[in-house]
């Protein structure tokens, strides 16, 4: 795999950055960071003068071709949802009317900074809070469906990723037919799990849909906030909390007791969802590395991920199917 040095996102230079925001009456006073983000391009911009009361925002270039404008839309319209209802997320600012804004070929938005550090998640209490604000979230989310925006299944997060992956000849030949075999077999326990899942009555709603501990900001005062909703998705409840624990099955016991502590506070949790874990576990892993696959042409991720592609690579990925289709054949973790 080679990468490519075209990439649109080699345009964006901190003149193009500070340029897109001058077109929606927004100035930097020079200070930008770039910060982590490997999916979009994201920017920490000091102004000159505040916009509602921020004087620091963050400047969002999404990738092009990745989402619809009114995927991008409905994703901002449920921030503002979470917000108005007091949930503690972090929804776009509408300079110049809207809030997403296009400049030099890309799409933008423009949110407030807010502050903050990873949770510690060997903390019962930071994971009960985390428990209580989530079931806030799933509140809102349990309203109305997402209209345009995907749902996180067994077809877009497994099947789609596996033929893209083995279509696009991504993966080495040397390993290529044991991969194939051991996520064919992954893929037939996880149809089975959410074909039971179904059976046993568990409903979709709207997500986070990416609610790892990277994606929460923990301030000891007001707790935790959520950042980054560009995943957002339609799925099972679970998918939101089961991140946010690992380790052994005893510690796993012990975090998902204390988030579903807080989390049935506030709204009901169906246990036949536990069976999901694993399942949705195994998903990730394979929509992972196609997401990898398919932005190497982004020079960023060579650059970030240079492990990714080589058939040592692919053989830990084998390795990593067969533990979780025996980790899908175990009782799930209960609370």
Not at 17 to 43: I, Q
Not at 148 to 176: C, K, M, N, S, Y
Request: charged fraction near 25%; proline fraction near 7%; hydrophobic fraction near 40%.
């Amino acid at each position: 795999m080679t990468a490519d040095a075209r990439h649109p996102y080699e345009t964006l230079t901190p003149d193009a950055v500070l340029d897109a925001l001058a077109s929606v009456g927004l100035y930097g006073d020079g200070r930008l960071l770039a910060l982590s983000s490997y999916e979009n391009r994201v920017y920490q911009v000091h102004l000159e003068e505040p916009y509602e009361g921020a004087s620091i925002v963050v400047a969002k270039f999404y990738r092009p071709g990745r989402w619809s404008e009114a995927q991008i839309l409905e994703e901002h319209a449920f921030a503002a949802e979470l917000m108005a209802d007091e949930v503690p997320a972090v929804a776009p600012l509408a300079p110049g009317g809207s809030t997403l804004n296009h400049h030099g070929g890309f799409a933008f938005s423009v949110s407030p900074r807010r502050g903050g550090r990873m949770p510690e998640l060997d903390d019962g209490e930071v994971l009960e809070w985390i428990g209580r604000y989530l079931a806030r979230l799933h509140i809102v989310g349990a309203r109305s469906p997402f209209r345009v925006r995907p749902a996180l299944d067994v077809q877009t997060f497994g099947e789609e990723p596996r033929d893209w992956l083995l279509g696009h000849d991504a993966i080495p030949l040397d390993v290529q037919g044991d991969w194939a075999r051991g996520c064919a077999l992954a893929l037939d326990q996880i149809r089975d799990a959410f074909d039971s899942a179904r059976q046993a009555g568990v409903r979709n709603l709207r997500l986070h849909g990416d609610c790892h501990p990277g994606n929460i900001l923990w301030t000891p005062d007001a707790g935790p906030h959520f950042v980054e909703v560009d995943d957002a998705r339609t799925g099972p409840a679970v998918q939101d909390l089961w991140m946010l624990f690992s380790g052994e099955r005893a510690q796993r016991q012990k975090q998902l007791g204390a988030l579903l502590d807080g989390y049935e506070q506030m709204r009901d949790f169906d246990r036949a969802e536990l069976a999901l874990i694993e399942p949705l576990r195994t998903l990730r892993l394979i929509h992972y590395s196609a997401w990898l696959a398919r932005r190497w042409d982004d020079p960023a991720f060579p650059r970030a991920f240079p492990w990714f592609g080589s058939s040592d690579y692919w053989r830990g990925q084998v390795q990593m199917l067969e533990e979780q289709r025996e980790a899908m054949e175990e009782p799930p973790v209960v609370a």
